[in-house]
């Protein structure tokens, strides 16, 4: 007696199980569930995997996302705590990480994530060895550099989310001032992902027309719109959010799914992220800090060569033996 | 001495209406209107978005999360408050009162639910309530009943879970083939592929989520959109949601229960007798 299925539907051909576009994410807590979220509404993959240690909120999460599948255009949503469930991705995420005691110390905090990522990155690699990585954990620039080294990758398919979201806020906070939508005010944030971030001012433009012609005291101590400011608010707006409201979810998600984006459709878009950056701007050690990027299908294939003066390359250099401090004396 | 703004950017317009088009509000910043928030985003069904709850700092928070990645999303404006003023012009307003899932709490919900609404009535008389709670078809019944609305006005409540619900079993098809047709057992006891067994998993799906996870959130929420996306685009399509079934099935008592309904835009005649009824409804309260 045949089943519904073989009397309804006379099948063809076999079907082709391999995806095209998978997107496997790592961690399921606020921050991987929001880029989880935010990929699913963009149709960006055809195959989303989550992967995380706690099993029963895992299983809870994919189950909550799949009983949505009518709503979205992702077919296969698939999870576990075994890294072959991320087999075959073309980029993997990784959201999962340490979160800084109170008092603790970078170094130490550092050490803990190389500690969790040692079996992680080389699993994950073994199961898609021609996949790009993602980092979105803290401190971003450290733990790409941490990722790097672990994965064996070439550093350009290893990309730190970076200053993507520093910038989308510099551009959003232009924008509330002259009264014009982020997308049409420029601005890039470069640099250490954080307190020591670089606001390019130089480059700030609407239209083409860059504000420092027009004032010339732009984002200096002696400006008397304070553009300054501006910068200052991004780099206190992490702190302020988390403060009120426990965690950033929405806002990374929203910037890795920008990025995303440009990487599974080839955009060839700029971006401002986490990239090697060892032979530039006097730069001698193998440091991750965040340049304006091409990203494409295959990661990092061009950087953009930014001029920067002399107090911009000084933060530079300052940053990177900061974070070279932390990283030469990592135990891998 | 000229600002930079103004040597930068030279006004040629008056400045245009500011009642916004298709203004969605989103009252509780809980998992479950979050999840709808982004959902709402992601899918650019706004242009003006305001969120309100009494939770000031998460409230910012959220805010403060949702705001600066206006690079990456099409609603140049999100707003926030505790004040419901911040949710005046809605067109839709959408409500996760309550949260308690069993009947015995109905009574808590209900006085939850009477609270929000006048506020929210107060300053969108016009609005459309959706309400994201359970018990969903009881709900639904407590907010028409003092209306005075017409059956064919219906509120679009939405629960998670029906232990009760009901599959259609005739209706199911693949490209105009009914499955029942093909095997006529299907969805009854003696079945030998067992299709009832997919609706037992819908009914307890819901539970099992909580069990894992303590709530569900996105797939309700995608489906909320889903159906704003209906009303505000005016799309006519059809979507199972709770609506007044006496007279139909030989139901006699005034009851909501859902069935597949047409959702477009509230014609204009029905939003004033709502705005009359609702005025009626805030002075008992």
Known sequence: MSSVKEQLIENLIEEDKVSQNKVTIVGTGAVGMACAICILLKDLADELALIDVVADKLKGETMDLQHGSLFFNTPKIISGKDYSVSANSRLVIITAGARQQEGESRLNLVQRNVDIMKSAIPAIVQNSPDCKMLIVSNPVDILTYVVWKLSGLPATRVIGSGCNLDSARFRYLIGQKLGVHPSSCHGWIIGEHGDSSVPLWSGVNVAGVALKSLDPKLGTDSDKDSWKNIHKEVVGSAYEIIKLKGYTSWGIGLSVTDLVKSILKNLRRVHPVSTMVKGSYGIKEEIFLSIPCVLGRNGVSDVVKVNLNSEEEALFKKSASTLWNIQKDLKF | ?285
């Not at chain 2, 040629?12 to 509780?28: D, F, M, Q, R, S």
């Not at chain 2, 419901?84 to 919900?109: F, P, W």
């Not at chain 2, 007798?273 to 309260?285: A, T």
Request: aromatic share 6%; hydrophobic share 40%.
């Open chain 2, 1 to 285: 001495m000229a600002t930079l703004m103004e040597k930068l950017i030279a006004p040629v317009a008056e400045e245009e209406g500011k009642v916004p088009n298709h203004k969605i509000t989103v009252e509780a910043i809980g998992q479950v209107s979050m999840a709808c928030t982004i959902s709402i985003l992601g899918k650019s069904l706004t242009a003006e978005f305001a969120l309100v709850d009494v939770l000031e700092d998460k409230l910012k928070g959220e805010m403060m999360d949702l705001q600066h990645k206006g690079l990456f999303l099409q609603t140049p404006k999100i707003l926030a408050d505790k004040d419901y003023s911040v949710t005046a012009n809605s067109k839709i307003v959408v409500v996760s009162a309550g949260g308690e899932r069993h009947l015995n709490l109905v009574q808590r919900n209900i006085n939850v639910f009477k609270l929000i609404t006048a506020q929210i009535v107060k300053y969108n008389p016009n609005c459309i309530i959706i309400a994201v709670s359970n018990p969903a078809d009881i709900l639904t019944f407590v907010t028409w009943k003092p209306s005075g609305l017409p059956n064919s006005c219906h509120r679009w409540i939405l629960g998670e879970h029906g232990n009760s619900s009901m599959a259609v079993w005739s209706g199911v098809n693949v490209a105009t083939v009914s499955l029942q047709e093909v095997n006529p057992e299907m969805g009854i006891d003696n079945d030998s592929e067992n299709w009832k067994e997919v609706h037992k998993m819908v009914v307890e799906s819901a539970y099992e989520v909580i069990k894992l996870k303590e709530y569900t959130n996105w797939a309700t929420q995608l489906s909320v959109a889903d159906l704003l996306e209906s009303m505000l685009k005016n799309l006519s399509r059809n979507h199972p949601v709770s609506t007044m079934v006496k007279g139909m099935y030989g139901i006699e008592n005034e009851v909501f229960l859902s069935l597949p309904c047409i959702l477009n835009k509230l014609k204009d005649k029905e939003v004033d007798q709502l705005k009359n009824s609702i005025q009626k409804n805030l002075k008992e309260l």
